[in-house]
């Protein structure tokens, strides 16, 4: 069962060596802390550690800057695999290159080049929308830049950041003001350091637990004019942008989880024995495994076409980006719940990955854009204007 939703992937021969070697490595360090750091809430800093020894981080910063990035197929088959092992993990390394995208494809030379080398040193990224009030409508965001003479004089809080409280840097979207006017949203480059910033609650959530989920909250944050990325006013664009390339990251993590309690059932179902024969003979379980494996093929398939276009340089493909995230998201879900029904009373118990598997697997119809606006993405898209 070794790579068997591998089949037919196209890497170079540098991208096979990076794959292989992040596999050892999950294999060896990082699928075995999974279930520690989820029971200790604990971030894992030895997981980050390793992925800053081995140099992952260069794989979202552009060669120019000292990066090594690969095929975007490449990319999700990596988070994919570290999504199978410590999704925690493959989160916070995943929210890294979220930081960076409005920075790597927004930003000017000389913001590239001052912030890009922090990453490729080992610092940890955020990306900060949500509000209290303005979760999916992003719009309702009340957080507000002030232009002054010495740059941005930022106020407001943010919510359900990601490595909130353990990040070096920040992209932050807030509402940008100038002259008494609003002119709409820009992302800002924000670091942990700079007076006015502070960190709010940290949230205790039923998945992921080892990746840190806090607010943040900026009074009177001074923040420089070359800080902001973009022009000012027009980031609602750079924002629905990063959201296009980030829902298919969701969509490859959403997979890996699922192939992961997919083995872990099919494993179990040829050891457990019932009525005399591994239950996996059982036509009941042999249904389910295949169901499961369909359903994980299909929605891997759909990842994989959104990296095709978007490695074809195709500049239009939200729509299979929201498809991909929502049937991979909830893909996941079914799949992760299938295989604790297959371990019985036993998945319900944490000594099996299973249960930790099917927590991890809901946050994927949430971030990013729940499975709801993923739905109205893709029926906008069909809907003729006039």
Known sequence: ???????????????????????????????????????????????????????????????????????????LVILRELSKACPSTAIIFATTSHCCYPIVKFG?????????????????????MTESHAGSDVRSMKSTAIKTSDGYVINGTKTFVTSGDTADLFSVFLNVRENGKTLGLSPFVITKDMPGFSVGKKEEKMGVRASSTAGIVLEDCLVPEDHLIGVPGEGFKILLD???????????????????AFEAAVSYANERVQFGKRIIEHQGIQFMIAEMATRIQAAWQSVLHVAKLMDLGHEDFSAEASMAKLMASEMAEKVTSDAIQIHG???YCRDYPVERMMRDSKITQIYEGTSQIQKIVIGRYFTEKK
């Open 108 to 128: 000017t030379p000389e913001q590239k080049e001052k912030f890009l080398p922090m990453f490729l040193k080992g610092a940890l990224g955020a990306i900060s």
């Open 1 to 75: 069962m070794k790579d068997f939703f591998l089949k037919g992937v196209t890497l170079s021969e540098e991208e096979k060596l990076v794959v292989e070697t992040v596999q050892d490595l999950c294999r060896k360090e990082i699928g075995p802390r999974a279930a520690e750091v989820d029971r200790d809430e604990r971030f894992p800093w030895e997981n980050i550690e390793i992925i800053n020894e081995i140099g992952l981080n260069g794989l979202f910063i552009p060669e120019a800057y000292g990066g090594s990035p690969v095929s975007k197929t490449a990319w």
């Open 345 to 347: 009373g036993y998945g």
């Open 242 to 260: 990063y959201l296009n390339d980030s829902r298919p990251n969701i969509a490859a993590q959403a997979v890996g989880v699922a192939e992961a």
